[in-house]
């Protein structure tokens, strides 16, 4: 493994994400005080870094990037090999549809199956940087499996809430890192409830999404990723299965920051976002298509796509602006849709992804056949884990 350097991090400070009210990056932050919002990393981005000197090449794993990550010190690194996943093309569903170039990064070659194995890696490191000795999260299962995953490797405490109609396969994997499990009648909100109350002293931080600002970093290096194994260029269409958002927020953020550094030049196109969300939890659509104010008062319903179901996402501000800076759009997808893609991606690609994997290639399938896609396009979709994890949603339904 490459040896860094303490001072490799160009971090710079946090800000708040309504406001931009500065915030200090030094010592331990969860949300703003000024507006309850998420804090956003901010990075030295004017001085020139290099490809060459920003990139740790020889490591094969999202810390590769350490200078654009906030971890000061690699001694504090928690890590499982997580990051630089491939991306897979699909010929065979491209030459069936009509697409020129689809492409498919598969998440669920991390650590622990999921594409969560990056923010909690890296939070679960920061976490460890600046003196936490455990953590708390609400979770629809893959986040909670890595934070239980990364506080083991750390040797922290781990507590995880989760509803209680999760799969088993999530639930005993965080008994097995150790993990103290908390089942919940509800989705991700009331856990986010009884989490309040099991950590009402406040000895625990609170890793929820967007409650704290590293999460984001570990899922950003997707956008640096994809960037390099694209050998600097983008794709016209990126579309995402966006629960709580982090994952699309950060490779959009990704993307701005190597057009500050050169590493992408200011004036390149850059992807339309697509935010897929499941039909039974779409706050994101209903507030894009002005049904509602914003997700404060949606109430979802359980999907076999576990982690689409978010009915209260804190990065709602934030997927919006991303969708409407990038011209993109917010898109349902059914579980019956869910269904057809996990059978059409596995006969097809000989690939078993998560629910909402076969939610993006639904979507593309739409918006490919209403014109919106177009086919010359480079269509990137994200698969967020394995399927394997979901055999209890989905047996005796395909």
């Keep these: 493994m490459t040896t860094l350097l303490a001072t490799t991090s160009r971090l710079q400070k946090l800000h708040c994400a309504a406001c931009r009210a500065p915030y200090p990056a030094f010592s331990l932050q969860r949300v703003s005080a000024c507006c309850a919002q998420p804090l956003i990393a901010d990075y030295e981005l004017q001085e020139p870094l290099s490809k060459a000197a920003g990139i740790q090449a020889p490591e094969n ?18 890590t499982l090999g997580e990051g630089w996943t491939p991306l897979l093309a699909l010929p065979r569903l491209a030459a069936r549809y009509g697409f020129h170039d689809l492409q498919l990064k598969d998440e669920g070659q991390n650590p622990t199956g999921s594409f969560k194995a990056r923010g909690l890696s890296m939070a679960i490191s920061k976490a460890k940087e600046l003196g936490v000795t455990g953590c708390i999260i609400p979770t629809a299962g893959n986040a909670g499996v890595a934070m239980a995953a990364y506080c083991a490797r750390a040797g922290m405490r781990a507590v995880v809430v989760m509803p209680r109609h999760t799969p088993q396969a999530f639930k005993e994997e965080c008994y097995w890192y150790g993990a103290e499990v908390h089942l919940v009648d509800g989705l991700i909100n009331d856990c986010a409830a009884r989490v309040r109350e099991l950590n009402a002293a406040g000895e625990l931080l609170d890793v929820s999404t967007l409650k704290e600002p590293y ?15 694209l050998n600097w260029e983008l794709p016209d269409v990126l579309l995402y299965p966006a629960g709580g958002g ?87 997808i059914t579980d019956e849709q869910m269904l057809e893609g996990l059978r059409e991606l596995g006969k097809e690609e000989g690939l078993f992804v998560a629910p909402e994997g076969a939610a993006v290639w639904m979507a593309a399938r739409h918006l490919f056949r209403t014109g919106w896609l177009r086919p010359e396009e480079r269509v990137l979709l994200l698969n967020t884990g394995s399927g394997q994890k979901y055999l209890e949603n989905i047996v005796g339904l395909a």
């Excluded at 794993?61 to 928690?78: G, I, Q």
């Excluded at 997707?222 to 960037?227: C, F, P, S, T, W």
């Excluded at 992408?264 to 935010?275: C, E, F, G, I, S």
Aim: glycine letters at 8%; aromatic letters at 6%.
């Design 61 to 78: 794993s999202m810390w590769r990037y350490a200078a654009l990550l906030p971890l000061l010190d690699e001694a504090n690194r928690v």
């Design 215 to 229: 999460r984001l970093e570990g899922k950003k290096t997707m956008g640096y990723e994809i960037a390099e194994q």
């Design 246 to 332: 982090t994952g699309l927020i950060g490779i959009w953020k990704a993307f701005r920051e190597m057009q500050q550094l050169g590493w992408l030049p200011a004036t390149l196109k850059l992807p339309r976002m697509v935010a897929v969300q499941a039909a039974n939890c779409c706050p994101l659509v209903e507030t894009r298509a002005g049904r509602q104010p914003n997700c404060h008062a949606y109430v979802g319903q359980p999907t076999i796509a576990n982690g689409l179901a978010v009915p209260r996402p804190l990065g709602e501000p934030l997927m919006l602006e991303v969708l409407s800076e990038s011209k993109g759009l917010a898109l349902p």
